[in-house]
C-alpha cells in the first residue's frame, strides 16, 4: 500500500516537473522568436533585462544577445535563491537557459512588417504570450521578472504592472542613448506585452461574480446548488429605505455559465436584483490555486 502511495506522488510530482518545463521551454521559445524576428530587425528597444541585453547588443553587435541576458541574471539568481525559493530558481534557471540557447542558435527570418505600429503591437503580444506562459510555470526568466515575483510574493503586486513599472526605467535611458521615438515605440511594445502577459497569467481563473437581492433566496440557492452545481453563500443584508433583512446571495461562475444563472434567478424571480462583476483570478476550490514557488 506505501508502495503504491509513493508511486502516485512520484508520479503527480513529475507531471508537474514536466508541465513546469514544457511551459518554460513554450515561452522561453517564444519570446525568442519575438526578439529574433521583430526586435532585432526593427532595432527596437524593450524594457527589463532584455532591454539591456538589446542595448549592447546595438552598441557592440558582436555581442550576442543570449549570452548577454544570462550574464545580467546572474545577481538576481541570488535573489531568486534566498528570497523566492530553490525550486523556482532551479526553473528560472532553466528558462533562462532556454531563451538563452534560443536567442544564440536559432535565426529566424525577419518579419516583413513596415508599419512600426504594427510591428510594436504585434511584438508585445508575441512577448506577452511568451512572458504569460513562463509566468504559469513555477519559474520565471529571470532580471526584472523575478524582482516581479518576489514583489507579487510578498507584496501582491501584480505581476505585469510591477514589469510595466520596472521597465520604465530602463526605457528613460534607451531614450538618452537612442531614438526618442523608438523609446515611445518601446513603450507601447512594454504596455501591450505586460497586458497580454496578464491576461494569460489570469485568464484561466477568470470568474463572474455576481451578487443576488430577492424575495425568494433559498429556492434560488437551491436551484443554483443542483442545476449549475456552484455553490452560494448567503450574506446578510438589511434594506436602508424598508429596514427588512434579506438575504443576498453570492456565487461565483465562469463566462458560458452566465446566460444560464441569469435565467435560473429571473425564472424563479423577476424580480430579483442582480449585480454582475467581473473577477480578475478567483482562486479555491473547483476554481483555481495558488502558486506556490
Not at 528570497?83 to 531563451?99: D, E, L, N, P
Not at 538563452?100 to 503580444?125: F, K, Q, Y
Not at 509566468?135 to 514589469?163: C, E, H, P, Q
Amino acid at each position: 500500500m506505501a508502495k503504491k502511495v509513493a508511486k502516485r506522488l512520484f508520479s503527480r510530482a513529475l507531471v508537474k516537473i514536466l508541465i513546469n518545463l514544457a511551459l518554460l521551454t513554450a515561452g522561453s521559445l517564444v519570446l525568442a522568436a519575438s526578439v529574433d524576428t521583430i526586435l532585432v530587425p526593427k532595432k527596437f528597444m524593450a524594457g527589463g533585462f532584455l532591454g539591456l541585453s538589446l542595448i549592447f547588443h546595438y552598441l557592440s553587435p558582436g555581442l550576442g544577445i543570449g549570452l548577454l541576458y544570462a550574464l545580467l541574471n546572474l545577481p538576481f539568481m541570488i535573489l531568486g535563491w534566498f528570497k523566492i525559493g530553490h525550486k523556482f530558481t532551479y526553473y528560472t534557471a532553466f528558462g533562462i537557459a532556454v531563451f538563452s540557447l534560443a536567442s544564440g542558435l536559432i535565426h529566424l527570418p525577419p518579419l516583413e512588417l513596415d508599419n512600426l505600429l504594427l510591428a510594436t503591437i504585434l511584438a508585445g503580444v508575441l512577448s506577452g504570450v511568451g512572458g504569460g506562459l513562463v509566468f504559469r510555470s513555477a519559474g520565471s526568466l529571470g532580471g526584472a521578472d523575478i524582482l516581479a515575483v518576489y514583489l507579487n510574493k510578498r507584496l501582491s503586486f501584480r505581476l505585469g504592472w510591477t514589469y510595466l513599472l520596472i521597465n520604465v526605467f530602463v526605457l528613460g535611458a534607451s531614450a538618452l542613448i537612442f531614438d526618442l521615438e523608438m523609446a515611445l515605440f518601446a513603450m507601447l511594445y512594454t504596455y501591450v506585452s505586460s497586458r497580454v502577459m496578464d491576461s494569460v497569467m489570469t485568464g484561466f481563473n477568470r470568474r463572474e461574480s455576481l451578487l443576488i437581492v430577492s424575495d425568494k433566496p433559498d429556492e434560488i440557492a437551491h436551484q443554483i446548488i443542483t442545476r449549475l452545481r456552484r455553490g452560494v453563500t448567503f450574506l446578510h443584508g438589511e434594506g436602508a429605505y424598508t429596514g427588512q433583512s434579506k438575504k443576498v446571495l453570492m456565487s461565483i461562475v465562469t463566462l458560458t455559465e452566465l446566460s444560464k444563472m441569469k435565467d435560473l434567478v429571473f425564472d424563479i424571480d423577476p424580480k430579483a436584483f442582480m449585480v454582475i462583476n467581473q473577477t480578475l483570478e478567483v482562486l479555491g476550490k473547483r476554481h483555481g490555486s495558488r502558486r506556490v514557488y
